[in-house]
């Protein structure tokens, strides 16, 4: 579970970006967060993922206060958290599938493991032929794609993607938000934060709107009745656990 | 220089880049020092080895120096007494031409040194291991003159072994401000590296990595660095080691064989990299595990 009661942040000494945030996200549970440019969106996901401790208030992340967390269980808690980075994060001196290799590296995966999950992956994500580039090579569709994987390839149990579609054509959007689905399907909390309307309108989750640092009612509304839904592509088929493959459970995944 | 790939970009940058040449120079400067501690070590055993095992012994003119056949008697007899004492192996009267002879140099060629009262001299060897009773050799030459002195060169091995131990010193100091000085530049270029890869380095945070999996790709980096800089400082330092030894063989040696380092030296050389490595590496990991605290 995640919840937020009455956070707030800000950078060093300078003004609070996000005021009195409360929520609570429930195991499982898909959401979308919106904002202008500038709203907090991003200052809200640091939170999430750990990069950054509130100015104030009290924040659970998947079951853990993070103000009485130890620092050497942060670590652990992390790799619970995939995270697509608005501006990808990429290691420019890692090929794709080093990078997308990475969690399950400092997950203490074996290379054989790794070899076959992050294969299948960057199949799935349409960057097979691109596994030895480096990424800067990649367009920035490529490099979104990558910085995807890389957030799921350890199937967490919070996903947490800043503007993941911002760089892709409208027919990858959908079929990486029908992968956010399907990762979700299997337990995984998503939240993703996004301009795209017409992505929000047609994936009908619930949305968490940002103006100003503080959380308000969303204006948007999904038009899209859930029966009028395209089916997932067939090869958005389950991942099998990289790190567990033979673990019990919801779809193969771990507590 | 070959380059490895660790999840950190390390040797890309400038710090990383003049590590293994920090080290080397360190390296080059801790070893020469190190062997010139080894080299005056074993000249100065070989030196007081070579005084140890003798006595000069020192029989004044008398003071009515025209008895010549009384002093000849008497140089006899002193010369019977020293050999009669246990722990003797030789003695031999220093013949007085030769004493001229080394006198004569000093005197300039107006002066005569048959003119001069000239003490003559016994130059003993003791038996090895043996101890003399110089008390009791003393006593009996005294008995027969007074005067007669006995010198075993303490004071010049006295004075010798400060000399060297003071040189010793202040090389293995040497020593030990070159492995200080490591540890300081190994700090500012792991801190160089720390800064030049935040970014990275949180990424690998937030993607679930402990710090000590981070400080292990410093760690590595450092010592590859360690290893290379140290080898190729060290052998330097042995092939200018080598090379003095050569050049002073060939010349006729002021000391003869002192620039030459024994073989068990040469393995307390070979201790220098193996230092270094340690002293980098740990330094190192101390570094970055301290400045990952602060990290979020």
Redesign the interface.
């Known amino acids: 579970m995640i919840r937020f009661e009455n956070v707030g942040m800000r950078y060093g000494a300078g003004p609070e970006v996000l005021r009195d945030i409360s929520f609570e996200l429930k195991p499982g549970s898909f959401h979308f967060l919106t904002g202008a440019s500038g709203a907090g969106k991003s200052s809200l996901l640091r939170l999430m993922y750990l990069a950054h401790r509130p100015s104030r208030g009290l924040i659970t992340i998947l079951d853990e206060d993070i103000a009485t967390i130890p620092r050497n269980r942060l670590p652990e808690l992390r790799r619970k958290i995939g995270v697509v980075f608005q501006d990808f994060r990429l290691m420019s001196h890692l090929t794709c599938f080093e990078n997308v290799a990475l969690p399950l590296k400092i997950n203490g995966a074996g290379s054989g493991v790794i070899k076959k999950y992050v294969s299948e992956l960057l199949n799935w994500v349409g960057l097979a032929d691109q596994a030895n580039a480096r990424p800067a090579t990649l367009s920035g569709g490529q490099k979104q794609r990558a910085a995807i994987a890389r957030a799921v390839i350890s199937r967490p149990k919070l996903l947490v993607a800043d503007e993941p579609t911002g760089n892709v054509d409208d027919a990858l959007a959908v079929r990486l938000l029908f992968l956010f689905e399907e990762l979700n399907r299997q337990g995984t909390t998503v939240l993703i934060a996004t301009h795209n309307e017409s992505l929000i309108r047609r994936f009908r989750h619930p949305v968490l709107h940002l103006e100003d640092g503080q959380l308000v009612p969303s204006p948007l509304r999904p038009i899209v009745p859930l029966r009028d839904r395209a089916p997932p592509p067939p090869d958005s088929r389950r991942f099998s656990d990289p790190i567990y493959p033979d673990a019990p459970g919801e779809g193969g995944r771990h507590g | 220089m070959a380059k490895r ?1 660790g ?1 950190i ?1 390390l040797g ?1 940058d400038p710090a990383s880049r003049l590590l293994p040449w920090i080290i080397g120079f360190m390296a080059f400067i801790a070893a020469l020092a190190l062997s010139g501690a080894l080299v005056l070590a074993a000249f100065s055993d070989r030196w007081s080895a070579g005084l140890t095992g003798t006595l000069t012994i020192q029989i004044p003119p008398p003071a009515a120096y025209d008895d010549e056949a009384g002093f000849e008697a008497l140089q006899k007899e002193a010369l019977a007494a020293v050999r009669r004492t246990p722990g003797v192996a030789s003695a031999t009267l220093l013949p007085l031409d030769e004493m001229r002879a080394l006198l004569k140099p000093w005197l300039g060629a107006g002066a005569d040194p048959r003119d001069l009262p000239l003490p003559r001299l016994i130059a003993v060897t003791l038996e090895a291991g043996e101890d003399v009773d110089l008390a009791d050799l003393g006593r009996r030459l005294e008995a027969l003159a007074p005067g007669i002195t006995i010198d075993d060169h303490g004071l010049w091995r006295e004075r010798l072994t400060d000399f060297m131990a003071a040189l010793q010193l202040a090389a293995l100091a040497v020593v030990a401000v070159v492995a200080l000085a490591a540890v300081v530049m190994v700090i500012f270029a792991t801190r160089g590296g720390l800064l030049a890869h935040r ?2 380095i ?9 710090d000590r ?1 981070i400080a292990a790709q410093f760690q590595g980096q450092t010592l590859f660095a360690a290893i290379k800089g140290g080898i190729a400082g060290t052998g330097m330092a042995a092939g200018t080691v080598v090379l003095l030894g050569h050049g002073a063989a060939a010349t006729g040696a002021v000391l003869p064989g002192a620039l030459v380092l024994e073989p068990m030296a040469w393995l307390w050389v070979m201790t220098v990299p193996m230092a270094l490595i340690v002293i980098a590496v740990l330094t190192a990991r101390r570094t970055v595990v301290n400045a990952l ?1 602060r990290m ?1």
């Open positions: 790939r999840d970009p890309n970014e990275s949180e990424l690998l945070h937030l993607i679930g990595a402990h999996y605290v979020v």
